[in-house]
């Protein structure tokens, strides 16, 4: 399924592509099952969203309920990366070369409007990256600045619900998205 | 040391100070040239004792750079801001005061950072935050970066 289809949170396992062997898909689904909840985050957080994100993290918020148990401080533990927080141009190939460290298959979600556009320092400022999107690829953006630890919870949920869409004959190939 | 002594004090060390009314903390204006002989006075003699600056800060004031001091004396728990100001755009300098305090050293490479105030006798001046061979000096008020400035 296309990227450009995800568009309506409501409907989402509706783009479920239909057909497929008995075997092929039920092996897919507890792939999909086991991958989903237990989604290894990247220990990077860049400024105060960094700070919901321990918040979501501790006894009151607590994510480890929804699978996104243990934060792996190196890259090529972790299936997710939750870039929380501002990337200036200096912390850009940084990311990047996170991000590529990282083994397949592996989710990224955009945290804070730092992350989704730039934010705050959108206008007159010299050294901010306008989108983490313009370095990586990203599956869910959260706006908020900074998002409560209920919407990371929610973009968390989001993201499980559309690794559930995967299938063994259209997995998700990181490198075909540019 | 309360702040009408330590006003006699420093006016006493360097009469040409200016005092600049402040509601928080006392402040002088200090000449470029007088500015490391009372650095160095101020954390030297007992009665002062300012052993803890606890921040150095670089102004773009448009007219002139201006450098400011915040001093504070953790023994005698007095506090005091100098500022020192060089109306040289290009090739203004102050003297370092690294060697006085040695946190000095790198908030003052801060400022040549992002300003472009150089410091005479600093041990390593050069920038900080951002990449070597960065052209221009961000946060003055008349840094133009067609690129990456998106104007609001």
Same mark, same amino acid.
């Given at each position: 399924?296309?990227?450009?289809?995800?568009?309506?949170?409501?409907?989402?396992?509706?783009?479920?592509?239909?057909?497929?062997?008995?075997?092929?898909?039920?092996?897919?689904?507890?792939?999909?099952?086991?991958?989903?909840?237990?989604?290894?985050?990247?220990?990077?957080?860049?400024?105060?969203?960094?700070?919901?994100?321990?918040?979501?993290?501790?006894?009151?918020?607590?994510?480890?309920?929804?699978?996104?148990?243990?934060?792996?401080?190196?890259?090529?533990?972790?299936?997710?990366?939750?870039?929380?927080?501002?990337?200036?141009?200096?912390?850009?190939?940084?990311?990047?070369?996170?991000?590529?460290?990282?083994?397949?298959?592996?989710?990224?979600?955009?945290?804070?409007?730092?992350?989704?556009?730039?934010?705050?320092?959108?206008?007159?400022?010299?050294?901010?990256?306008?989108?983490?999107?313009?370095?990586?690829?990203?599956?869910?953006?959260?706006?908020?600045?900074?998002?409560?630890?209920?919407?990371?919870?929610?973009?968390?949920?989001?993201?499980?619900?559309?690794?559930?869409?995967?299938?063994?004959?259209?997995?998700?190939?990181?490198?075909?998205?540019? | 040391?309360?702040?009408?002594?330590?006003?006699?004090?420093?006016?006493?060390?360097?009469?040409?100070?200016?005092?600049?009314?402040?509601?928080?903390?006392?402040?002088?204006?200090?000449?470029?040239?007088?500015?490391?002989?009372?650095?160095?006075?101020?954390?030297?003699?007992?009665?002062?004792?300012?052993?803890?600056?606890?921040?150095?800060?670089?102004?773009?004031?448009?007219?002139?750079?201006?450098?400011?001091?915040?001093?504070?004396?953790?023994?005698? =728990?007095?506090?005091?801001?100098?500022?020192?100001?060089?109306?040289?755009?290009?090739?203004?300098?102050?003297?370092?005061?690294?060697?006085?305090?040695?946190?000095?050293?790198?908030?003052?490479?801060?400022?040549?950072?992002?300003?472009?105030? =150089?410091?005479?006798?600093?041990?390593?001046?050069?920038?900080?935050?951002?990449?070597?061979?960065?052209?221009?000096?961000?946060?003055?008020?008349?840094?133009?970066?067609?690129?990456?400035?998106?104007?609001?």
């Amino acid at each position: 399924m296309k990227e450009s289809d995800f568009r309506d949170n409501e409907t989402l396992e509706l783009l479920k592509q239909s057909g497929g062997n008995i075997l092929l898909t039920t092996l897919a689904d507890i792939m999909n099952w086991s991958r989903s909840n237990s989604l290894w985050p990247l220990t990077f957080a860049t400024s105060c969203c960094g700070i919901e994100m321990m918040a979501a993290a501790a006894p009151r918020h607590d994510f480890s309920r929804f699978g996104m148990e243990v934060y792996r401080a190196s890259p090529r533990q972790a299936d997710m990366i939750v870039v929380a927080g501002t990337i200036v141009n200096k912390m850009a190939p940084v990311l990047k070369r996170l991000y590529d460290q990282m083994s397949d298959p592996k989710y990224v979600i955009a945290m804070g409007a730092c992350a989704v556009s730039g934010g705050p320092f959108f206008y007159n400022s010299y050294h901010v990256v306008r989108g983490v999107d313009h370095i990586i690829p990203v599956d869910v953006y959260i706006p908020g600045c900074p998002p409560r630890p209920e919407a990371l919870l929610y973009g968390v949920m989001q993201l499980q619900r559309k690794i559930k869409l995967e299938t063994l004959t259209h997995p998700r190939k990181t490198e075909n998205l540019k | 040391m309360d702040n009408a002594t330590l006003k006699e004090r420093i006016l006493g060390i360097v009469p040409d100070a200016k005092f600049q009314e402040n509601k928080q903390f006392l402040t002088f204006i200090i000449p470029p040239d007088k500015m490391h002989d009372l650095a160095f006075k101020l954390q030297q003699e007992a009665d002062l004792a300012f052993d803890f600056l606890f921040c150095l800060t670089g102004v773009d004031r448009i007219e002139f750079l201006e450098v400011v001091y915040h001093l504070e004396s953790t023994t005698l =728990k007095h506090q005091l801001e100098l500022k020192v100001q060089t109306p040289d755009r290009e090739n203004g300098a102050v003297d370092t005061v690294s060697d006085v305090w040695k946190t000095a050293e790198f908030h003052e490479r801060e400022a040549y950072d992002l300003l472009g105030i =150089k410091f005479n006798n600093h041990p390593d001046l050069r920038r900080i935050f951002l990449e070597e061979g960065w052209k221009g000096y961000p946060l003055r008020k008349d840094y133009v970066d067609e690129v990456n400035i998106v104007e609001l």
